[in-house]
């Protein structure tokens, strides 16, 4: 059969000790493209710009911290207690040399609960409710998962079990075996759930209706919408479900889930899975948003 051979380069460009990989540009790019929704959400809803940055980069740090944190404490402790540095630093030794070799090691589940407290940790600041962000945040995570996975893709890492499908990926840098192409499943599920998240906010929001703005509400007509917090939890269940059952399609990341029923992803994903369900369901009333004063009083 027809296989697609995957032997693609990691590195885009070297100079000396530094590498972009393509990894790294996705994780720009996740960014990037996140800061844009969110940008066009906050001038819909009109709340300050400046927020957004401030916003922007406190969830960049805390994203990098917790999913490295998650990695290195959840999947391979057992290397990381004996070299603490290593946690925390993006050069190694290499051959005698120092060489920037980025954060290689990075977990998901660390970096959603870096992204939540980061979120929590705004919404006190500036004093805007927390569920207003969540539900927006809710909108941009499944694209900024989609470009870090496609970065796993090209680093032919987190590969997929062997099979004989037409469209399964030969990762010669790491055998000659067709797999599934796990990652591509993972990345346009993402996708989809981003639209479908999208489809109910730009049904359910109107311009100048928000929350986050005090003292001033609009007086609108239409359908009710739901309670805030509705979305974040549609997130929570779908992103981490779309996980826990693509992980049955991916080889064993570490050698200590090999005899598991089920592995450290899937583990880490029902937690989530379940407080989203709960959330879901809570917030799943809908409300009217009662008739006010467009100017503040």
């Not at 992103?239 to 880490?268: C, P, V, Y």
């Amino acid at each position: 059969m027809l296989f697609i051979n995957w032997n693609i380069n990691p590195e885009i460009f070297r100079i000396g000790g530094f590498a972009l990989r393509y990894y790294s540009l996705g994780f720009l790019l996740a960014f990037f493209f996140s800061y844009r929704i969110m940008k066009s959400f906050f001038v819909r809803e009109g709340v300050p710009l400046i927020l957004l940055e401030k916003l922007t980069v406190s969830i960049f740090l805390a994203t990098l911290i917790g999913a490295r944190l998650g990695h290195c404490l959840f999947y391979d402790w057992a290397y990381f207690k004996h070299h603490l540095l290593e946690i925390i630093s993006p050069v190694s030794l290499q051959n005698g040399h120092l060489e920037f070799t980025g954060f290689q090691g990075l977990a998901s589940h660390g970096g959603a609960v870096g992204i939540l407290l980061a979120a929590l940790w705004w919404c006190r600041k500036y004093a805007k409710p927390p569920f207003w962000l969540l539900d927006r945040l809710s909108l941009v995570i499944p694209i900024a998962a989609f470009f870090i996975r496609i970065g796993n893709l090209f680093n032919s890492e987190i590969i997929g079990k062997p099979s004989d499908l037409p469209f399964a990926f030969i990762f010669e840098r790491v055998d000659f075996i067709p797999r599934h192409p796990a990652q591509l499943y993972e990345a346009l599920s993402y996708l989809l759930l981003a639209g479908m998240l999208y489809r109910l906010y730009s049904g359910s929001i109107r311009p100048g209706n928000s929350p986050a703005l005090e003292n001033i509400t609009i007086r609108e007509s239409g359908n009710p919408r739901r309670a805030d917090g509705f979305l974040f939890g549609l997130l929570l269940a779908g992103l981490f479900t779309i996980r826990f059952f693509i992980e049955f399609a991916k080889e064993d990341q570490e050698a200590f889930e090999s005899h598991w029923l089920l592995n450290m992803g899937q583990i880490l994903s029902i937690p989530f899975i379940g407080a989203g369900i709960l959330l879901a369901i809570a917030k799943s009333k809908k409300k009217e948003t009662p008739g006010l004063p467009l100017q503040p009083e």
